[in-house]
């Protein structure tokens, strides 16, 4: 699958969320066939606008729709879903399986891979999910994890609505310069 990594600074616009998750489920699409997979897809009807780098974003959705497709057993749902309020916008992901407890404390760390016999994890790097936090947090946002036996896996990324972010490095520039 592809792990295209962008590198540099974020560049900040104002991006529909929901757009940004559909278009990565038409990138997806034949992933999700083959792996027997059935997809639920909750979207708000309208835009979730935040001041983002779109394709930042994009390639975190990419890899956390790719974990949950590629890690999770074959015939068991997928979700995604995706809101906001006045402060935040939400995009969560959740499969079946549980992500081993041993594996929880690093999983954000480079090069963490799970069950190195599956050829899930033969053919990755272990790195999808160490970008997507990178990527998170240079939007003044947060990416965690919630995994349990019952539940299953759910990560949520949250992004800041109000683009701080931006009006610091804005305002950093301006003392540097
Ligand atoms: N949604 C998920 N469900 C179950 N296990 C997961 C999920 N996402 C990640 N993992 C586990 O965490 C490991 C690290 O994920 P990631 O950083 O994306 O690396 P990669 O997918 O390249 O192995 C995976 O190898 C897998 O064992
Ligand atoms: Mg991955």
Known sequence: MRQFIR????QFEPSDLVETVRHVLRILSHEIDRERIELQVDLPS??????????QIEQVVVNLIDNALKHSPAGTVVRVYS??????LD?????????????????FDPFTKGDPSSTASRFS???????????????GGT??????????????VRLPRNPRVREERESGWAQTA
């Open 91 to 107: 995009i969560e992901v959740h499969n079946a399986g549980r992500i081993a407890p041993e594996l929880m404390t690093r999983l």
């Open 83 to 88: 809101s906001g309020d006045a402060d935040h």
């Open 46 to 55: 309208e835009p979730l606008t935040v001041y983002a780098d779109r394709i």
């Open 143 to 156: 990416i965690d994890v919630q995994s349990s036996r019952e539940e299953g896996t759910t990560f949520r």
């Open 125 to 139: 790097a272990g790195l999808g999910l160490y970008i997507a936090r990178e990527i998170a947090e240079a939007h």
């Open 7 to 10: 590198k540099g600074e974020p």
